[in-house]
């Protein structure tokens, strides 16, 4: 029995539309890694000659701007697929891939990948859905950036860390982004970032516990993002 089989990620991702001997064959091929925290998946411009299978942990992709900074486009959670575009677009990948925690991922290898693309009607179409979907989330974010306050896209992010990713046993969320990731995230300034922050904290709205931050308030942090 492949454990393919059982996977969160054949779950949740493209991969679910593979038969029993589909997953045994991926198995056959898949390379299981440990990722630490901190550590790359990949880097922007690389070559990825596969996918790769988020089967535990959370990582964030992002892209270098021409300043220097990171900006994060999306945080991705097991049962999630990462390189899935650059390999159907056979080019170096646009982002970075990071792991804001210890993560278990497994890669497949391209041949394997495209062969099933050819042999399985239902698995490229999912893939080519989850990769709208992230187009539509791109869309999405680029209108929300455009449009909203830079207080208005904290409460965004702080209420979908909370509603994504859960909290710890103290009640701080789950997913620790530094302050400089978070700024990354809403397209602003560290300074602006922490002094919103503080703001938020002045009102009730969070909790800043150190470098962690605990949500007080969720229904007002959703009024302020919408």
């Known amino acids: 029995m492949s454990k393919c089989e059982q996977c969160i990620v054949r779950e949740f991702s493209s991969l679910k539309a593979l038969n029993k001997d589909e997953l045994v064959k991926l198995a056959e091929c898949k390379t299981s890694y440990t990722i630490k925290k901190g550590e790359n998946i990949f880097e922007e411009g690389e070559i990825v000659n596969g996918i790769y299978c988020v089967k535990g942990g959370v ?64 698995f490229s179409m999912n893939m080519m859905k989850t990769i709208c979907g992230d187009l539509k989330e791109s869309d999405d974010h680029m209108v929300s950036m455009s449009q909203k306050t830079v207080k208005e896209r904290l409460a965004e992010t702080l209420v979908y860390l909370h509603e994504t990713f859960g909290t710890n046993e103290d009640g701080s969320l789950h997913i620790q982004l530094s302050r400089e990731e978070l700024a990354g ?14 703001d938020f904290n002045k009102l009730g709205f969070i909790e800043l516990v150190g470098k962690k931050i605990v949500i007080k308030d969720l229904g007002k942090l959703k009024r302020i993002a919408d």
């Open 59 to 122: 990582c964030k992709l992002s892209k270098l701007s021409a300043n220097g900074k990171d900006q994060i486009v999306k945080l991705v959670k097991p049962g999630e697929l990462l390189g899935q575009r650059s390999m159907i677009s056979d080019e170096p990948t646009n982002l970075s891939a990071v792991a804001l925690e210890d993560m278990e991922i497994c890669f497949i290898p391209r041949s394997e990948v495209m062969g099933m693309f050819d042999k399985n009607n239902q």
């Open 185 to 198: 995230m809403i397209g602003t300034a560290t300074e602006s970032c922490i002094r919103l922050l503080s």
